[in-house]
């Protein structure tokens, strides 16, 4: 979207509660990339798919901040439990502050490693909503690793699968783009897949839904 038209939407969704312009705001300050967070109408748009669902199982890849999180978080299930993945130890302090500051505590473990290596030991879980928003050349491992564990009906997002425009196949790339040549081969691979049904929603980087079948 443009940004008059995103301004607009913005305007016009559910405000951003004080806690997250807090996390965004710092992220801004204090980060690198700080476009990585989720921003206030993503996260509107997560609060809602998870209040639609209700989840009581839900798996992030790739916490970042913990804006997402959060997010995810507003539309538990009664009892319901997120477990977050995040690669990079330095952001743990201020994701579990963040977390604690939401009361959200005992509903989130934070998992500090490679996704690889902690989904191996959550192989026993059954899954009601993913969150990819990691490391994009492994979108299509993440996804071959997780979506057994997704129960029918179930829904899994990923981020960032437009990539700045790129994924367009008219748009001229560089020998050593592996981001994007497998961004573009996981978008055609889950077009392809029986056991998912696809939106492509084009808002700010792209946003793909799966549906479990």
């Not at 997560?46 to 978080?73: D, N, Q, W």
């Not at 690793?145 to 009906?153: A, D, E, K, Y």
């Amino acid at each position: 979207m443009t940004d008059p038209i995103q301004t607009y939407a913005e305007q016009h969704s559910e405000p951003e509660p004080p806690l997250l312009y807090q996390l965004w705001r710092e992220t801004h300050l204090q980060l690198l990339m700080p476009r990585m967070a989720t921003g206030h109408w993503q996260g509107r748009l997560l609060s809602m798919l998870s209040h639609l669902l209700k989840p009581r199982r839900v798996l992030e890849i790739g916490t970042f901040t913990g804006y997402a999180t959060l997010c995810l978080a507003e539309g538990l299930a009664e009892g319901g439990h997120i477990h977050t993945i995040e690669i990079n130890p330095e952001r743990e302090s201020r994701i579990r502050r963040y977390v604690a500051a939401a009361g959200l505590a005992a509903a989130v473990t934070l998992h500090i490693g490679a996704a690889r290596d902690v989904l191996s030991r959550l192989v026993g879980e059954v899954w009601d909503l993913v969150f990819i928003d990691a490391d994009k050349i492994n979108n299509g491992q993440y996804f071959e690793l997780v979506i057994n564990q997704v129960r029918p009906g179930g829904l899994l997002i990923v981020d960032n699968v437009l990539w700045g425009g790129k994924a367009l196949a008219d748009y001229p790339l560089k020998a050593n783009d592996h981001d994007t040549r497998a961004v573009r081969a996981f978008n055609d691979q889950v077009q392809r897949d029986p056991r998912v049904v696809p939106l492509l929603l084009p808002v700010r980087d792209g946003l793909l839904l799966l549906r479990r079948v």
